[in-house]
């Protein structure tokens, strides 16, 4: 597994959690990081996004709630979830695109999770109400 998201779980509506995304056998330096969820019966959608120089963007239902941030020295990025509710619930995760640094976050949420060069596993979470 070259890209491992965690962190998943079960929490009540306004609580909170944090996905990391993991990477190994290559460095995240020079990639954009996306975050995608699906939930059941529901098309996958891009919840945010990172870029390798940490410009960030977020769809409008997560915007305010959501973190989206990166340790390159822990080859790791991670999505801060705050006030979470019950249509957050879905499995999540994380992709990764090699880019120039210039390219931003916002330039690369339009591409889909399948063009990316990496995606991870997913992550389920569910908001309990």
């Known amino acids: 597994v070259q890209l491992q998201a965690s962190g998943g779980g079960l929490v009540q509506a306004g609580g909170s959690l944090r996905l990391s995304c993991a990477a190994s056998k290559f460095r995240l330096d020079d990639y954009a990081i996306a975050w995608f969820r699906q939930a059941p019966g529901m098309k996958r959608e891009g919840v945010s996004w990172?870029?390798?120089?940490?410009?960030?963007y977020y769809t409008d239902s997560v915007k305010g709630r959501f973190t989206v941030s990166r340790d390159n020295g822990k080859n790791t990025a991670y999505l801060q979830m705050n006030s979470l509710k019950p249509e957050d619930t879905a499995v999540y995760y994380c992709?990764?695109?090699?880019?120039?640094?210039?390219?931003?976050?916002?330039?690369?949420?339009?591409?889909?999770?399948?063009?990316?060069?990496?995606r991870g596993q997913g992550t389920q979470v569910t908001v309990s109400s």
């Open positions: 992709a990764a695109m090699r880019v120039p640094n210039h390219i931003t976050a916002q330039a690369v949420a339009v591409i889909p999770m399948t063009e990316y060069d990496y």
């Open positions: 990172i870029s390798s120089d940490g410009t960030t």
